[in-house]
């Protein structure tokens, strides 16, 4: 048996779009359980759920990583998948999953790419999406996770793991739950994470220019708080400052206008984010309005 874990808060849009997907596709010969945890959205996002044979579970802590870990908890499957509650996953995501642990029994955990969904997007999605898969530089082919590497990290938002493995672990580092950090922690105990390309899902970027620089000022917070908590700089990032300048000049590329200039304010409030966070030692210290909020908390 299998267990796929959404965690979820004020997700209304994107949840009908997550769980149809997941009821669309095409499923091993093995029983499967589908566990929503809601961290106390005030929209209907519980209610859309409901309309489908999931289980609902409500988390009173605040954050990603402990609606994760509830999950874990909760799961009855060998083997549990997570994705995020605005992301829809391939036709075959799940028997692709299981067909991988059955042929590589030494694996711990899978991941691989996270996309741009392209259907029903506008224009700010569909821009955002391709910036962020153009950063992102996957792996071509399968990849060992490393310590402090990004290249072949398994994303919270497209994983799953031997649920055994997990729970001696502790489960997702909270309170923010980042599969970046959780996939170090797991390869330095010694186990054995694998990036596979071939398993996909496809994320629904933010529809506002207000979230979508809310997120990137959070994932830099993040990003900020790993560097020191690690004690080093993360290898795949030390490009920044140059790709800083190179997307100045390029807003004199107008044959791409719009792209280029979104890029550079991501960018930019990605770094107004990890500056933001220069004053926190750990995840816990962060405020949960910066969280919230993003960059209007400054």
Not at 229 to 250: I, Q, W
Not at 286 to 298: E, N, S, Y
Request: proline share 4%; with cysteine; glycine share 10%.
């Amino acid at each position: 048996m299998y267990s796929i874990i959404v965690p979820a808060l004020n997700s209304a849009e994107t949840i009908g779009y997550c769980l149809s997907s997941i009821f669309s596709a095409e499923s091993p010969n093995e029983p499967f359980e589908v566990l929503i945890v809601d961290g106390g959205s005030k929209d209907k996002t519980v209610e859309i759920a409901q309309e489908y044979p999931v289980k609902v579970l409500t988390c009173k802590e605040r954050g990603i990583g402990p609606a994760r870990n509830l999950g874990l908890r909760e799961a009855r499957g060998e083997i549990v998948c997570y994705t995020d509650s605005d992301c829809v996953i391939e036709k075959a995501w799940l028997r692709k999953i299981w067909s991988f642990f059955g042929k590589n029994p030494e694996v711990d955990g899978v991941g691989g790419l996270v996309l741009w969904y392209n259907a029903r997007a506008t224009k700010l999605q569909r821009l955002s999406g391709k910036i962020f898969v153009a950063s992102q530089s996957f792996p071509k082919h399968e990849a060992k996770t490393r310590v402090g590497s990004f290249y072949g990290v398994l994303m919270d938002a497209n994983c799953a793991y031997k649920r055994r493995v997990l729970l001696e672990a502790g489960g997702f580092p909270e309170p923010v739950g980042l599969g970046h950090e959780l996939s170090w922690k797991l390869t330095q105990e010694g186990k054995t994470l694998v990036f596979n390309p071939d398993l996909k899902v496809f994320h629904i970027f933010p529809s506002t220019l207000r979230g979508l620089f809310g997120q990137q000022f959070r994932w830099g917070m993040y990003i900020s708080v790993l560097e020191r908590k690690y004690g080093f700089t993360l290898r795949g990032l030390t490009y920044l400052p140059y790709s800083t300048a190179k997307s100045f000049l390029l807003l004199l590329d107008f044959r791409h206008a719009s792209l280029r200039i979104l890029g550079f304010c991501q960018l930019l409030f990605w770094y107004i984010g990890r500056f933001y966070a220069l004053q926190f030692q750990d995840f816990y210290q962060i405020p949960q309005r910066a969280i919230d909020r993003g960059f209007m908390v400054l």
